[in-house]
Every structure is written in C-alpha cells, then in structure tokens.
C-alpha cells in the first residue's frame, strides 16, 4: 500500500494561477516532508520542505501548508509559470530512518500561456 | 562538481541477461541510494548504503544487488532480468542520514527489458 498519497495525477493550469498539490499520509512517525520537482529528462531536485512543528512554509511563489492533525500536507504555486510545468513529488521521512524517502506517486502539471 | 552522475543513459536488454548500473559522486556524501520510477508509482527505494562497506535493503530489493566499494561509488546489479524491471533507474546521495539532509539525484538510466 502507498504510505504517502498524492493528488491529482495531473493539473492543468493558466498561466498566472494557483496551482494545488495534495499529499496525505498514515505513519505518525514521519517527521520530515520534502517536496521534489522533476523535469522530463532530468532527476527530481528538491524544491522545498517543511517538518511538522510549523503550519506553513514559504520560499517565493511556493508554499507548504501542513495540517498534523488531518496528517495531510500541500504545496501552492502562486502565480504559475509556464516554466513550472513539471512532475511534482511529495514525500515523508521519519528521523533515525537513514533519511530513506517514501514518495507520492507524483503530480504532472502543465501550466498553459 | 559534476554531482552525481550515472551510467549508462539508456540500456535495452533481453530478458535474462545481466548488467550494472554505476552512480558516482563527488560530493564526498556519506549516504547513496537506489531508486526505480514507474508510471503512477511515484520513486521507490531499492537499496541504500550508509557508508563505504555498507549495503541495505529498501522497499523493493528482490531481483537486485548493490556493492559500495568506494565512497564515491554505487553499484546496482541486476543478475538476471524481466520485464517487471523495466524502469528509470535513479541514484540519490546525502551528506547525512538526518531526514532534514537534502539528497541529491542523478539524471537517471532508463532501462528496458524485452
């Protein structure tokens, strides 16, 4: 079973809007949520993280939002670019776990001019 | 820094057949992992290895093997391939085992096996 869930599949999204990502998950003992952005092509890069003693973080037009109660966390893009056209990918780590990753099955977005 | 890089790209075999993927760093990293990406699976752990020397099983270590001779280097045998292992096949590395590390990943070796 996928520990970390993610939706959607895929998003499509005008360029200028808001684009949302959702991930939950089950393990309470995971404590670190990375967010990863993948090109075609290339290797997922990390684009932000969060750990679960802050509600929200924020790095210019992306956000994390996490709400420990409901164990489910999200990622905004503000503004979307079409140069954000990505694979997004949630995922969760718990400490003393060898900082191994357990990812979302991923988010395909294509943001559109 | 090239970062991690990995060999080869791409890799057509017949099933049955043998081969080794090679990942390198030279970031000095303590921490080098395995992954294979599938449609709609997201990136699952294979192996990993905590130090020179060390090897460890992740979520999907069946028809895999892996040899960390050197810090630098990461090994991932396949001894007889299937189909099932058809994939993209990504190396990872970490300064540390602490969760708050970022790893970093190479471009990738897709795979297929016919």
């Known amino acids: 079973q996928q520990q970390v869930k993610q939706s959607p599949q895929s998003l499509i999204v005008q360029k200028g809007g808001i684009s949302i990502i959702n991930c939950a998950y089950e393990?309470?003992?995971?404590?670190?949520f990375p967010w990863y952005q993948q090109f075609p092509g290339k290797g997922p890069a990390l684009l932000i993280a969060i750990r679960p003693d802050v509600s929200e973080k924020k790095e210019g037009r992306f956000t994390i939002s996490f709400n420990k109660s409901a164990k489910q966390f999200s990622l905004h893009i503000m503004d979307s670019q079409p140069g954000d056209s990505a694979t997004y990918f949630c995922?969760?780590?718990?400490?003393?776990?060898?900082?191994?990753?357990?990812f979302g099955a991923g988010t395909r977005l294509a943001v559109h001019p | 820094n090239a970062g991690v890089t990995q060999t080869p790209k791409f890799r057509v075999l017949k099933t049955g057949q043998s081969m080794t993927l090679l990942c390198a760093q030279d970031?000095?990293?303590?921490?080098m992992y395995w992954y294979r990406q599938d449609p709609g699976m997201g990136l699952r752990l294979i192996h990993y290895s905590v130090g020179e020397g060390t090897t460890a099983k992740g979520e999907v270590p069946d028809g895999y093997n892996v040899s960390r001779l050197k810090k630098q280097n990461f090994l991932l045998g396949l001894e007889s391939a299937a189909p099932s292992q058809t994939s993209v096949y990504f190396c990872?590395?970490?300064?540390?085992?602490?969760?708050?590390?970022?790893?970093?990943f190479g471009p990738g070796t897709r795979l297929t096996v016919t």
């Open positions: 995922a969760a780590s718990r400490a003393g776990g060898y900082n191994k990753l357990i």
């Open positions: 970031m000095n990293h303590e921490y």
């Open positions: 990872a590395s970490s300064y540390s085992g602490t969760a708050t590390y970022e790893q970093y």
């Open positions: 393990n309470t003992a995971f404590d670190y």
